[in-house]
């Protein structure tokens, strides 16, 4: 390990806000920060929760102005917090996926002759020059690009071919449909355009003083990068640049991938060695994507799950296995060559556990609340099961169009008898086995999706081969901290060795680019991120034991249960599925805003 006043800096670059956090050789946090863009510069950029919008034409976007002051401002206040710049080895970062920075051909040059006695804004964004060719970055939120959307999705036959080939179907945010778009929108702008970057590869590249690669897990979120060949897709680039001159041309645009994500990309510019006093040969590592540093921050081992229990449900997986398809989508690993990492994103979570509670309220002297919601869900029956040949209940609840599977907001209950196969629908009025049945609807959705992923393994202990489930599985978010969620969560899921809560606060991202620097500047020779990580990581810091994992008898259960559950989804997605008028069901606590979201946009996107 190295000295133990060695520090280092991991970035995040979200839509709301740029935080940094300063860590020691041994993961200590040492100081962070942030600059909040709505309270530090609502007023002069006239942004709402980060961004603009255009309604009229679905557009989302944010001014890369800011995200230049954000830099210095939240250097600056790191240095009043007391971080001396001196002891800093490497840094890193994270940015939201998958917004494009377009630099001009002016970029390299401002880029590298900075002043340190001026703010970054003052060089690279003034009314004489610019290093961008366009002065927006599309947000993840954008939904401008259905057309391209669709072309995307055609272009290779169908929608799956598209995912097997880049990871994921197409979606509105992501670079290929949004570069298509951008080049044939604004013609003038994309001629002046020099180079392509993402929000992470922005960020490092004002750090390091020139354009810096794209990572190799950051650039499977574009639509545009073949995963298994490991380079950019010719037929996805032509389809973006309008031709096969074209495509060489944006090949250029985007530049070579390094396939190490822990790559040395250079030392720090010589403008915040001057203006903030970091050592001339502190080294800029790779930056990535909010949701791969995500994963970073816990040294997830292959087959470990993260699950989110906010008011959206995410499922992050780290696995050797790829299998990709158009509901969910595959990256690579953001360390690990050899591994990837699975995501699950899910519009409903926290908000239709919620409304379920709230049914519970039968007068005023007895609201609502969760003891009353806990105390039904744990004494119901498997899925509402009486008996072990009992038909199963099964149910959807989606106060919010789905993305996975793709319907619109509505509820739907149904009876599923194993022996027999039957299952028919029933009626969808609530009944106190619902408090058991939302949480177990939203565990076998993962458990569906995530199965071809998992491994059988051997009990080390009994010796006994158990059916294949994740190792361990975390709880994050707000739903983490109920004990009754998190016990079915196992009994659903499984996992060998439990479940467990992770709390490492609200820089997760920061973090977790923290630790990528560390990993990438102390490094020995074939030395994992999860090896160097793993051995430094106070996992009794961060993690609880919550709940028991895999349980005989109860898991076998459940695999029978997502068999109905599958066919209850196909049943469901043929009566209201993405194009179709709602058939059954009825419409479940949907707002206005959730019903005119699903006429002007059909696809789901992730953060």
């Known amino acids: 390990m190295a000295g133990t006043e060695d520090l280092y800096l991991g970035f995040d670059l979200s839509t709301q806000q740029l935080k940094c956090a300063a860590v020691s050789s041994d993961l200590k946090l ?93 060089q690279l964004q003034t009314e004489k020059t610019s290093a961008f060719a366009h002065p927006h970055s599309p947000n993840w939120q954008d939904a401008s690009t259905q057309i391209q959307c669709d072309e995307y999705d055609a272009v290779l036959g169908d929608p799956e071919t598209l995912a097997k080939v880049t990871g994921s179907k197409a979606h509105h945010r992501f670079s290929g449909p949004q570069i298509k778009r951008f080049r044939t929108k604004y013609p003038e702008h994309y001629e002046n355009v020099s180079r392509i970057s993402l929000v992470s590869s922005f960020l490092a590249s004002v750090f390091l003083g020139k354009v810096a690669p794209i990572d190799i897990s950051d650039v499977t979120g574009m639509n545009l990068w073949d995963i298994n060949k490991g380079q950019w897709h010719d037929t996805l680039l032509e389809l973006a640049a309008g031709s096969k001159d074209g495509a060489a041309d944006l090949r250029q645009k985007l530049g070579h991938v390094p396939e190490d994500g822990g790559e040395n990309f250079g030392r720090i510019s010589d403008y915040f060695v001057k203006r903030y006093g970091f050592p001339s040969d502190a080294k800029i590592i790779a930056f990535t994507g909010d949701n791969p540093a995500t994963i970073l921050a816990l040294p997830l081992r292959s087959s470990d799950a993260m699950v989110s229990l906010g008011t959206s449900t995410t499922f992050l997986m780290s696995t050797s296995t790829y299998k990709p398809a158009g509901a969910y989508h595959f990256m690579n690993h953001p360390t690990t060559a050899g591994l990837y990492m699975f995501m699950l994103c899910y519009k409903n979570g926290g908000l239709a556990r919620e409304q379920i509670r709230d049914q519970f309220n039968t007068s005023a002297t007895h609201p609502a609340n969760w003891d009353t919601f806990n105390d039904t869900a744990l004494s119901t029956p498997l899925v509402a099961q009486s008996g072990k040949d009992g038909a199963m209940r099964l149910g959807l609840y989606f106060p919010r169009p789905e993305i996975v599977p793709n319907v619109r907001a509505g509820q739907w209950r149904y009876s599923y008898t194993p022996g027999s196969g039957e299952i028919k629908e029933v009626a969808a009025d609530f009944l106190p086995d619902d408090a058991r049945n939302i949480v177990e609807s939203q565990m076998l959705s993962l458990r569906l999706r995530s199965f071809p992923l998992v491994k059988a393994e051997t009990n080390t202990e009994t010796g006994v081969e158990l059916p294949p489930q994740p190792r361990r599985v975390y709880l994050v978010g707000g739903g983490s901290a109920n004990n009754a969620i998190a016990k079915i969560c196992g009994e659903v899921l499984g996992s060998h060795d439990g479940v467990y809560k992770l709390d490492i606060g609200g820089n997760a991202c920061a973090l977790g680019s923290a630790y990528k620097a560390i990993w990438g500047v102390e490094r020995k020779q074939g030395q994992t991120f999860e090896d160097l990580i793993g051995s430094r990581w106070d996992e009794k810091q961060f993690t609880k034991r919550v709940a028991d994992g895999y349980q005989k008898g109860t898991f076998e259960t459940y695999g029978e249960a997502v068999k109905g559950f599958e066919k209850m989804e196909q049943i469901v997605i043929g009566e209201v599925g993405e194009g179709k008028k709602q058939a059954s069901g009825g419409v479940f606590m949907a707002s206005d805003t959730d019903a005119g979201a699903a006429g002007r946009s059909k696809r789901g996107e992730f953060i």
């Open 30 to 122: 040492k100081h962070e920060a942030k600059v909040d863009f709505d309270a530090d510069f609502g007023k002069k950029y006239g942004i709402e929760k980060g961004v603009l919008t255009n309604p009229s034409e679905g557009e989302v976007f944010a001014p890369t102005a800011m995200w230049l002051e954000a830099v210095d401002l939240v250097l600056q206040r790191m240095r009043e917090h007391g971080l001396d710049f001196g002891k800093i080895k490497g840094l890193s970062g994270a940015g939201m996926q998958h917004g494009t920075v377009f630099w001009s051909k002016e970029a390299e040059s401002l880029l590298s002759n900075l002043d340190a006695k001026k703010t970054l804004l003052e």
